[in-house]
């Protein structure tokens, strides 16, 4: 006889390439050097089974309620730093998140329809997002550094999303976005 014992488990597969560049441009004799930083994330899947046996559903691209979260299929940061002679260094961050559409609206016949039962318009796109982040970095001398700077520095707001289907009760947008608008910092860092 056979014994086949199933297991109330899930499994999700999870694969992409990640990219991650850096290249140091030296300017003339007295100018001092430009770095540029690209770290970016092509997801290829993002798989759900929840129940063994039970169809397989593919999120990358989606975002929505059964997707539960934003799986865009490119994002990077990408960072330029002006390192100066003079002891200051000031950079210029970009924050990329790829356009997803609601896996409600998906032809995956798992997801398609399976939130609101029928296409939904309103929410049927988060278009790309694009935020800068400003900051200045002065060594003062050995001991001490200061920093300021500006984050999201024009002030972007997130894509606003039917509360109904984002997850973990946030007010109508994702976390995975910048939520707090233009935030000012200002910090100095000491060695004793």
């Known amino acids: 006889y056979v ?7 899930g499994t999700a597969v999870n694969s992409g390439v990640d990219v991650q560049l850096n290249y140091k441009l030296d300017l003339p004799q007295g100018f ?11 997801l290829l899947h993002n798989e759900t089974t929840p129940l063994p046996g039970s169809p397989t559903y593919d999120c990358a691209g989606l975002f929505g309620f059964t997707c539960q979260t934003v799986n865009p299929r490119w994002r990077h940061l990408l960072r330029t730093t002006w390192e100066t002679p003079w002891h200051v260094s000031g950079s210029l961050t970009w924050r990329y998140i790829g356009a997803v559409s609601e896996d409600n609206n998906s032809t995956d016949p798992t997801l398609h329809f399976s939130t609101f039962n029928g296409y939904d318009y309103v929410n049927a796109r988060i278009p790309a997002f694009n935020c800068l982040d400003l900051e200045a ?12 700077g500006a984050n999201n520095l024009l002030d972007k707001d997130p894509p606003l999303v039917n509360s109904d ?21 200002l910090a100095f860092t000491t060695r004793f």
């Open 3 to 9: 014994i086949q014992e199933n297991y109330n488990v």
């Open 32 to 42: 001092g050097d430009v770095v540029f930083g690209l770290n970016g994330t092509y």
């Open 137 to 148: 970095t002065w060594s003062v001398n050995g001991i001490v550094q200061i920093r300021a």
């Open 165 to 185: 289907i984002v997850a973990g009760g946030a007010a109508n947008t994702y976390s995975t976005y910048d939520i707090f608008g233009r935030q000012l910092f």
